[in-house]
């Protein structure tokens, strides 16, 4: 156990899926502990949000939530789910940029960003689960006989479904590569310690073969399912405000998807970054932000067209509560973060680098809530929804429990890169 602990201490050896950056666990490489203030208060947080889960689970939705007839979903659907997959859209964006695409200097980008949307997706499922009235029966979902192909849920809860299962097999060789020459079994189980050394290598081996394959495939996935989660409300015209509503709105969707999925990359790089006291990789991060002023301009130009080709636009300007969102979403998520990456002296500056990104992250996240909470317009409405404080518990709790898993595997793992190879970049 002794050999083992000391082999963590190194960087660990090049991947061949990876490009040929060195990544490296931060246990015993780090001089950051695992706990700190900060993450005490996380855990509570998440530990609250467990509890939360398991009441609702035995209680129901009317004991746990300010849900009813007239507003079936709220925050859990808005951002639990709608917000959690658009922010894990850094997984496919990363992964074709970097290994489609060929840029190799992406390549230290594509780990976190692959265990951030496999850890988001992986909580969306459980967010949905939240969600079902009768979550007991979401199995039915995988018997071909209750399929209905008619169905944009039908096809979002398929492809959320295979593309996590995607997720986790790309995620493999990271496991392969933290393990191979390492499996060390305390006792009795240390017979097995060849076997699994030899089924590790074998699995790595096989995975190299056929991982162009998945990587594809999660690309075409998350494509496919970006967008039909906005085809959930485009079929539902008299319930959506019109400054939402559109036929487009699956385009939209999608478009904002690749703007956010960089944004997250680069929000995700530079706050693990200074919560673990490591140098900011901003030889990759300023020329990735290059390209997301085009995508927002390109999402921008989109929304644009459409509210004038509806004859929507008016609305903008009407002095309501959903008109003033629309306004925040817009200016803040997508115009100022817009002109901050086109500057090319701030984009080097990782405040306001940071800061862009997140405007982004809250832009798309706003959008998110706005499309399925804000601009919800129930039929026979008996008054406005507001979340119950336990909805609110749950859904912070769950962001606290994904950051402590986050926290979790990039010390036992090789997820980020080793040091060294940032400061000599």
């Known amino acids: 156990m002794a050999d083992s602990m000391q082999q963590d201490n190194a960087a660990l050896p090049d991947n061949p899926h990876d490009g040929h950056h060195k990544a490296q666990p931060l246990f015993g490489n780090s001089a950051v502990p695992f706990f700190t203030p900060g993450v005490i208060v996380i855990a509570i947080l998440a530990a609250a949000g467990l509890i939360t889960f398991a009441v609702r689970l035995f209680l129901g939705l009317g004991a746990m939530t300010n849900l009813n007839n007239q507003y079936p979903w709220g925050i859990w659907i808005g951002i639990d789910v709608a917000s959690g997959v658009a922010l894990a859209a850094g997984g496919f964006t990363m992964a074709f940029i970097a290994h489609i695409m060929n840029n190799e200097k992406y390549h230290v980008l594509v780990r976190p960003a692959l265990l951030t949307a496999a850890i988001g997706y992986t909580f969306v499922a459980l967010a949905v689960v939240v969600d079902l009235g009768r979550y007991y029966n979401i199995w039915h979902v995988m018997m071909p006989s209750m399929w209905q192909g008619n169905s944009a849920l039908f096809e979002v809860g398929m492809c959320v479904m295979i593309y996590l299962t995607v997720l986790y097999i790309e995620f493999l060789p990271i496991v392969c590569?933290?393990?191979?020459?390492?499996?060390?079994l305390p006792g009795i189980l240390g017979k097995l310690n060849g076997f699994l050394d030899g089924l590790l290598r074998i699995l790595d081996k096989t995975l190299s073969r056929v991982m162009s394959f998945f990587i594809i495939a999660g690309v075409v996935l998350s494509c496919a399912h970006q967008s039909s989660l906005g085809t959930l409300m485009a079929i539902a015209p008299s319930k959506l405000y019109p400054l939402w509503f559109t036929p487009v709105?699956?385009?939209?969707?999608?478009?904002?998807?690749?703007?956010?999925?960089?944004?997250?990359?680069?929000?995700?790089?530079?706050?693990?970054?200074?919560?673990?006291?490591?140098?900011i990789e901003m030889h990759v991060l300023s020329p990735l932000a290059r390209m997301i002023p085009l995508l927002l301009?390109?999402?921008?130009?989109?929304?644009?067209?459409?509210?004038?080709?509806?004859?929507?636009?008016?609305?903008?300007?009407?002095?309501?509560?959903?008109?003033?969102?629309?306004?925040?979403?817009?200016?803040?998520g997508v115009v100022i973060p817009a002109f901050l990456f086109l500057s090319h002296r701030l984009r080097r500056n990782p405040v306001w680098l940071f800061s862009a990104a997140a405007m982004v992250v809250f832009g798309v996240v706003l959008n998110r809530f706005n499309v399925f909470v804000t601009g919800y317009i129930p039929p026979y409405s008996e008054g406005q929804y507001f979340p119950a404080w336990t909805e609110i518990l749950l859904t912070v709790g769950m962001i606290s429990l994904i950051v402590l898993i986050y926290r979790a595997w990039v010390f036992i793992f090789p997820v980020l890169p080793a040091e060294e190879e940032i400061e000599h970049a």
């Open 297 to 332: 301009v390109v999402y921008f130009a989109a929304k644009v067209i459409d509210l004038v080709n509806r004859d929507a636009w008016p609305l903008m300007f009407e002095a309501n509560f959903r008109s003033m969102m629309f306004w925040i979403e817009i200016v803040v």
């Open 177 to 184: 590569e933290r393990f191979i020459g390492r499996v060390n």
């Open 249 to 279: 709105l699956p385009l939209l969707f999608l478009l904002s998807a690749f703007a956010v999925g960089l944004s997250m990359a680069v929000f995700e790089s530079i706050l693990a970054s200074r919560s673990f006291k490591r140098p």
